[in-house]
Structures are given as C-alpha cells and as structure tokens.
C-alpha cells in the first residue's frame, strides 16, 4: 500500500515503515536503505545525486538511513565501510541543518522522524534529538493534537494583504501596520537548509522556514500594494525597493531549465514535489509584473525579468492539460481521481494571465472554458462528497441531511470567481461569475467561510487545512467584484471585508 501509494518518492514511505519496524510490526528488510552518506557532498551536489527523497527531505535521508544502516548493515564490505565512515560527518550536517527552535521546516512529522531514529539507535542524549524533543514538546496543542506546521504566519499575512488590496485603498493596508513585519522575513544570509542564496521568502517568521517560490513571490505582492501608500516616506520607499530586487533577483537564479519554478531548490526533477510546478510559476509571473513598471528600460533586471516571464509563459502553455485545466502542485482535492486540484490550478494561472494582459490568448480562453464548465450545479466550485459529509455544509446549503448533491467549497469557488472576474468585459459580470458571487454571498451569511477543508499538501500529499483560506479567498473575490462593478477606484467598506489578526491563525 505504502508503495502504492507513494511510488519511487521515499519521503514518506520509508520513515513509516521504519517507525513500523522500532515498533517491532515489520521486518527491518521491508525499509529500504537510504544513502545518508550523500549527506556529506556540498549541497550544490545534491540535485546531481539522484537522491530518493525530495529536496526538502535531508534530515529524514540522515537520521532514518543511519537507523536502517544500524539495525540491518548492508552485506557488501565496501557499502558498509563507507556508510561507517560517514556517520559521524553526516550527523554533522544534520545538527548544522536543524534551526533554533530544534524544528526542521517547522514541522513536526519530519522532526519526529529524525528524533525516533537517533533515540533508536542509542542516540537520546544526542543534541539533535534533545532539541527535536523540545520542538514536539512545545508544539503540542492543548487538545493533545500536534499541527503538521507550526504556523503559516508568512504565507497568512501576505495572502491577507493582497486580497484586501482588491478591496481597499492602498492608504487603509497601511494601517495594517504590517510591512515591517513582512520585510522582517526576508533572509539575508545563505540558509543552512537548502543552501539558498538571501532574498527570498518563507511561509513562517520562525527559524525553521525556508525560502520558496510560493512565499517569496506572495510578500514581493504584498510590499508593492504596500508600497502603493502615500504615508510612505522616501525611506520606507527606499526599504521596500532594495528587498524587492534581492527577492526579484532570488526568483530569476531558480527557474529551471524548463521555464518553470520550483518550490525551493534549482535542478530537481526526479521526484513530484521538487519539480515546476504551474501554480509556483504563475505566481512568480504576477509578481515579477507587479514590479516590472518600477524598473527603467535601461535596468537590466528588466530585461532579465522579461526573459523569466517569456520562458514561464512557455513553460504553462506546455503543462496545460488537453481540457484547459492546469494542475498546481501544492494544492489538491481529496475527491478528484487523481487528488489534484484543476480549479486551484487553472485560476491561479489565470491570474498570471490578467496581470501581463494576456486574457485574450487561445491558452487563457480555454482555462476561462475549462472553469466556466466546471462551475457545479449550485453555483460554486470543487469541493465532492467529504465535503457534503460536513453537518454545517448540509443544514445550510439542503436543509436536509440526505442530500449530498451540493458539494461546493467556499475555498474553490473564491479562486474561481477571482479567475472569471479577469476575463470578463469592463464593469459587467458573466453569468457563472454572477452565480459564484451569489453562492459566495450566501455562504458568508450562513458562516461558511469559518469552515475550511484540507486543500493544501505538506509533502508528500499530507492533507492540511488552513482556517484563513476561505476568508482571504473570500474577500479577494468579492472585493474584485465590488471593484469591478464601481470602478477601479471604489471603496469598499472595510466594515465588511477586513480580516483580524492574520498573523495569529493556527495553520495545518
């Protein structure tokens, strides 16, 4: 089953069985060996090696493959010399890898895999595994639950920022009061993680995030609504523009070669989770146009960056999908066949479609094609029968609990009717973005968009929700719909549509 799952991606599959086999429930052979010993090449070697887990994964390729090695050494003389060998040295970079907070990415599976094997091989008192035990000690929440991730506290904000830019003036994002926080996440120094140069962005203000594709293209949007606010003095100006550039110039040195962008490492592309993916790569588009205006025609970071966007574009007409759809790759759908997720997907290119003004291109009116076929019959989006299992989604949607025919989610029709807003003619409204508005409108009177639904993948497809998702979602569409039907330059009341507190959502 496991294999079946999970297929040729080890991330996941091995540290289960190997928990299964301390656990004395499988036999030490079913685990396969992870070569722990590549741990000891540079980092710049890594994507060369082959590895068998993603990129992200390199603490759980050091401390499970050091207890499989341990428990069951290979037979051949020289294999087992090597990996004695490097023992030692590939602990090293696990303690150099591990954060402050003792959390790798801040995330309690990954660390609880390193802890369990260093403590099974004799190895408690070791300083990797003291400080993964006071991680997951200090994670735990009060209900005895852990989170897959500390928080999202980043990606939250940013998300919130932007989505309230398309319902506010920029002068009332400035009392948010949050761009000294936002820019306070930039790295500025190599991290120890993945090697990645400074400049980019996590989805966490704590130690154990790491820079990415999707965070780091999300805050570069949010400084420039920011910077949009006339109580800016030349100084904050000053600030926002050089974090820009470092994040603008982060993104450009890790497109691969394929035109697209991967989530945190340049290069690989053997495995699901370390490959393009479109919704990375659409989100880097907007932002790269965000600030593109910003830049002179003599700056040669303009003349880069329109390169960048050229190859991406190239890269989504290639993996759009024969129907119209594109799939993301951080985002699914527990009910589709496939657990993806083509209406997450399809509107998040869209979006990058409608910032470079390319909505009338054949590849932008088949997606449009695609989600307007894909509208339910409710009015929403997605969603399927988990969600209608949901006693709150039928007493408000039926009003009976036999019904499972309406099936939409609050987060899937947001992004949806976002999408169909871009394509549609200058203040009007299509008839299924209509219907979308109405379904999104009634959901929030009834307290839908309270409740979220697992959407989002740790790696590794680990469902995870996020209880911001469907207010942020929410509020970015209708206040697109508000802006579309007063104009460009409308109010709405803030009354309405504010979110509280961003930063302080407990996440996945």
């Given at each position: 089953?496991l294999?079946?799952?999970?297929?040729?991606?080890?991330?996941?599959?091995?540290?289960?069985?190997?928990n299964?086999?301390?656990?004395?429930?499988?036999d030490w052979?079913?685990?396969?060996?992870?070569?722990?010993?590549?741990?000891?090449?540079?980092?710049?070697?890594?994507?060369?090696?082959?590895?068998?887990?993603?990129?992200?994964?390199?603490?759980?390729?050091?401390?499970?493959g050091?207890?499989?090695?341990?428990?069951?050494?290979?037979?051949?003389?020289?294999?087992?010399?090597?990996?004695?060998?490097?023992?030692?040295?590939?602990?090293?970079?696990?303690?150099?890898?591990?954060?402050?907070?003792?959390?790798?990415?801040?995330?309690?599976?990954?660390?609880?895999?390193?802890?369990?094997?260093?403590?099974?091989t004799?190895?408690a008192?070791?300083?990797?595994?003291?400080?993964?035990?006071?991680?997951?000690?200090?994670?735990?929440?009060p209900?005895?639950?852990?989170?897959i991730?500390?928080?999202?506290?980043?990606?939250?904000?940013?998300?919130?920022?932007?989505?309230?830019?398309?319902?506010?003036?920029?002068?009332?994002?400035?009392?948010?009061?949050?761009?000294?926080?936002?820019?306070g996440?930039?790295y500025?120094?190599?991290?120890?993680?993945?090697?990645?140069?400074?400049?980019?962005?996590?989805?966490?203000?704590?130690?154990?995030?790491?820079?990415?594709?999707?965070?780091?293209?999300?805050?570069?949007l949010a400084?420039?609504?920011?910077?949009?606010?006339?109580?800016?003095t030349d100084?904050?100006?000053?600030?926002?523009?050089?974090?820009?550039?470092?994040?603008?110039?982060?993104?450009?040195?890790?497109?691969?070669?394929?035109?697209?962008?991967?989530?945190?490492?340049?290069?690989w592309?053997?495995?699901?989770?370390?490959?393009?993916?479109?919704?990375?790569?659409?989100?880097?588009?907007?932002a790269?146009?965000?600030?593109?205006?910003?830049?002179?025609?003599?700056d040669?970071?303009?003349?880069?960056?329109?390169?960048?966007?050229?190859?991406?574009f190239?890269?989504?007409?290639?993996?759009q999908r024969?129907?119209?759809?594109?799939?993301?790759?951080?985002?699914?759908?527990?009910?589709?066949?496939?657990?993806?997720?083509?209406?997450?997907g399809?509107?998040?290119?869209?979006?990058?479609?409608?910032?470079?003004?390319?909505?009338?291109?054949?590849?932008?009116?088949?997606?449009?094609?695609w989600?307007?076929?894909?509208?339910?019959?409710?009015?929403?989006?997605?969603?399927?029968?988990s969600?209608?299992?949901?006693?709150?989604?039928?007493?408000?949607?039926?009003?009976a609990?036999?019904?499972?025919?309406?099936?939409?989610?609050?987060e899937?029709?947001?992004?949806?009717?976002?999408?169909?807003?871009?394509?549609?003619?200058p203040?009007?409204?299509?008839r299924?973005?209509?219907?979308?508005?109405?379904?999104?409108?009634?959901?929030?009177?009834?307290?839908r968009?309270?409740?979220s639904?697992?959407?989002?993948?740790y790696f590794?497809?680990l469902?995870y929700?996020?209880?911001l998702?469907?207010?942020?979602?929410?509020?970015?569409?209708?206040?697109?719909?508000c802006?579309?039907?007063?104009?460009?330059?409308?109010?709405?009341?803030?009354?309405?549509?504010?979110?509280?507190?961003p930063?302080?959502?407990?996440?996945?």
């Amino acid at each position: 089953g496991l294999r079946r799952r999970y297929g040729r991606d080890k991330t996941f599959a091995v540290p289960i069985l190997t928990n299964a086999a301390l656990a004395g429930l499988a036999d030490w052979r079913e685990v396969s060996p992870l070569p722990f010993e590549a741990a000891c090449f540079p980092q710049s070697f890594y994507r060369f090696l082959q590895l068998p887990v993603v990129s992200y994964a390199i603490p759980a390729l050091v401390a499970i493959g050091q207890a499989r090695y341990f428990h069951r050494p290979p037979r051949n003389p020289l294999l087992r010399w090597l990996r004695r060998a490097a023992v030692g040295r590939s602990l090293e970079v696990l303690r150099r890898m591990q954060p402050a907070s003792g959390g790798y990415l801040e995330a309690v599976p990954l660390t609880s895999f390193v802890t369990m094997s260093l403590a099974a091989t004799d190895r408690a008192d070791h300083a990797v595994t003291r400080d993964g035990v006071r991680f997951l000690v200090d994670s735990v929440r009060p209900d005895g639950s852990w989170p897959i991730d500390t928080n999202l506290a980043c990606w939250n904000t940013t998300l919130s920022i932007n989505a309230l830019a398309n319902a506010e003036p920029a002068e009332s994002l400035a009392e948010l009061d949050c761009l000294d926080w936002v820019l306070g996440c930039q790295y500025h120094e190599r991290h120890p993680f993945t090697g990645a140069d400074p400049g980019g962005w996590g989805w966490s203000d704590l130690s154990g995030a790491v820079p990415d594709a999707d965070d780091t293209p999300g805050a570069l949007l949010a400084i420039a609504h920011c910077r949009r606010g006339e109580t800016l003095t030349d100084a904050d100006r000053q600030r926002i523009d050089r974090a820009a550039r470092m994040g603008i110039r982060w993104l450009l040195d890790l497109q691969n070669r394929d035109g697209g962008w991967p989530t945190f490492c340049r290069g690989w592309g053997k495995l699901p989770f370390d490959r393009s993916g479109a919704d990375l790569t659409a989100h880097v588009i907007r932002a790269f146009a965000a600030w593109r205006p910003s830049l002179s025609d003599a700056d040669l970071l303009k003349q880069e960056i329109d390169r960048a966007i050229e190859r991406g574009f190239r890269y989504l007409q290639r993996v759009q999908r024969a129907d119209g759809s594109w799939y993301p790759l951080w985002f699914g759908n527990q009910d589709h066949p496939d657990e993806e997720n083509p209406v997450y997907g399809t509107s998040k290119v869209l979006l990058a479609y409608r910032d470079t003004n390319q909505m009338e291109t054949s590849e932008a009116q088949r997606g449009l094609a695609w989600l307007t076929k894909a509208q339910n019959g409710d009015g929403g989006w997605g969603g399927g029968p988990s969600l209608a299992e949901n006693s709150m989604v039928r007493s408000v949607t039926t009003g009976a609990d036999d019904d499972h025919s309406i099936v939409s989610s609050v987060e899937e029709t947001a992004l949806a009717v976002e999408a169909l807003l871009a394509g549609g003619r200058p203040n009007t409204i299509e008839r299924e973005a209509e219907a979308g508005i109405a379904w999104l409108i009634e959901a929030v009177e009834a307290g839908r968009h309270r409740e979220s639904w697992p959407i989002g993948f740790y790696f590794a497809k680990l469902w995870y929700y996020e209880k911001l998702y469907p207010q942020i979602f929410t509020v970015s569409a209708l206040g697109q719909a508000c802006r579309l039907l007063l104009g460009a330059d409308a109010e709405v009341p803030p009354s309405r549509l504010s979110l509280a507190h961003p930063t302080n959502a407990t996440a996945r």
